[in-house]
């Protein structure tokens, strides 16, 4: 089945302990993005990827990094966790951009206290 | 900066037609994408637009004026299931940045 995958699907932990948000497809798509989620806010990008080694930031990319070794794997990482990153994460793929839709995974809900 | 509006909430009944707005104020264009998003749910894509005109895709349209910044989508016939959020996202630079609306929450009432 095609599919997007983030693990973990719900965290809660601590102000600046590191933690990494998986995301892995298996439909072979080279773009790939991460995107939070607040309240009034819609879906604002972090990063994205063109292909692997190839990143680029979005629109509110402070406090993270990404990489992509591999085409599958897309991790998001929180270096330093604050409370404001405090919210629901989703990764997409696709296999270009414009009219190739974008398959997002089920998402990631982060507490950070 | 980067903008897109839409409404914020739109009601309509059950088998009516309803139209939902976006206008975009941004550096690049290179087209307009459509999501839908169910509560707590991941966001599902509905269409897109690149050239002026209409898209047609079953109950769901999607129109586009570059020269306006303008673009909007149609849903016709409307179902309780179509009850939901929808987004719409403007790709802005050719590497695949873009930037989505704050969403349109549609309620259908019975």
């Known amino acids: 089945e095609a599919q997007v995958t983030q693990n973990p699907r719900y965290l809660i932990t601590v102000t600046g302990k590191k933690l990494t948000v998986t995301c892995s497809q298996n439909m072979n798509h080279e773009y790939m993005s991460w995107y939070r989620q607040d309240p009034g806010l819609g879906l604002r990008q972090i990063y994205y990827?063109?292909?692997?080694?190839v990143t680029d930031k979005g629109d509110v990319p402070e406090g993270y990094k990404v990489s992509r070794k591999e085409k599958r794997n897309f991790p998001l990482i929180l270096e330093s966790p604050s409370p404001n990153q405090t919210s629901l994460y989703f990764c997409?793929?696709?296999w270009g951009v414009g009219n190739q839709p974008q398959h997002f995974g089920d998402g990631t809900r982060l507490s950070i206290l | 900066g980067q903008s897109l509006e839409q409404p914020s909430e739109v009601t309509a009944v059950e088998g009516a037609i309803v139209q939902i707005n976006c206008t975009y104020q941004?550096?690049?264009?290179?087209?307009l994408s459509w999501y839908q998003q169910h509560d707590g749910g991941a966001p599902t894509f509905l269409s897109y637009n690149a050239l002026d005109g209409l898209e047609e895709t079953g109950r769901f349209s999607s129109f586009l004026s570059r020269s306006d910044s303008y673009g909007y989508l149609l849903l016709q016939e409307l179902q309780m299931k179509d009850s939901a959020s929808y987004f719409c996202a403007v790709i802005y630079n050719q590497g695949g940045k873009l930037i989505f609306g704050q969403g349109t929450e549609l309620s259908v009432k019975p």
């Open positions: 990827s063109m292909n692997v080694e």
């Open positions: 997409a793929s696709s």
């Open positions: 941004t550096s690049g264009f290179y087209g």
